[in-house]
């Protein structure tokens, strides 16, 4: 606070070339806002994200936007609400000023990078017809085949347990996993 007086009173120093007239308007200002600075620091403090901070901030332009004024009959006549006035246009310029930051880091929404994990319902009937397929492929195997074939890709059991599981050698294990993948392979060329 002592920095916005000290402040402020240095821009009232006239300059060499300045007459008492704007000398007596800059009196006139300067004890106007000192008057009603603490209403306005409160008013404007409620409306703004940074309080007090950001208030100072509001307060200081709504002086220089005083001092700026060439003609000061709307500040005579009813002085505290074109000081609010003032105060109240600048806190809505910086808030649109605000805003529009919030806009400029905006992040697009791009669907293939927020794409769902779920299936569509076409990929979900695709797949069941791939499903069906595959299960009329299987169903064409002989039985032991497709046993070995489904304990393999499904149970995922490695060739000597399959071959432990039904008591017959690895060799005739894989050849029945030879025999299933060529014919799935036939069978289901289109979907692979």
Do not use: C
Not at 35 to 47: A, D, F, K, N, T
Not at 128 to 136: A, C, D, M, Y
Not at 154 to 170: D, G, K, R, W
């Amino acid at each position: 606070m002592a920095s916005f007086k000290a402040r402020a009173a240095l821009r009232l120093v006239p300059s060499s070339g300045e007459g008492t007239a704007q000398q007596s308007d800059r009196d006139t200002i300067e004890t106007l806002f000192l008057e009603y600075r603490g209403v306005l620091r409160h008013y404007v403090s409620r409306m703004l994200p940074g309080a007090y901070q950001e208030a100072e901030v509001i307060l200081q332009e709504t002086y220089v936007k005083l001092l700026g004024l060439k003609n000061l009959q709307p500040l005579r006549e009813n002085p505290r609400a074109y000081l609010f006035t003032v105060a109240t246009n600048l806190v809505r310029d910086s808030l649109r000023r605000h805003m529009r930051r919030k806009t400029d880091f905006h992040e697009s929404f791009e669907e293939r990078e927020h794409e769902s994990r779920e299936p569509s319902p076409q990929g979900n009937a695709e797949w069941q017809q791939s499903l069906q397929q595959l299960k009329k492929a299987l169903l064409k195997l002989k039985p032991m085949t497709r046993k070995i074939f489904l304990l393999s890709r499904f149970e995922e059991m490695t060739y000597p347990e399959i071959a432990a599981a039904l008591s017959i050698s690895t060799r005739s294990v894989e050849r029945h996993m030879s025999t299933a993948l060529k014919h799935l392979q036939s069978e289901l060329n289109e979907l692979l």
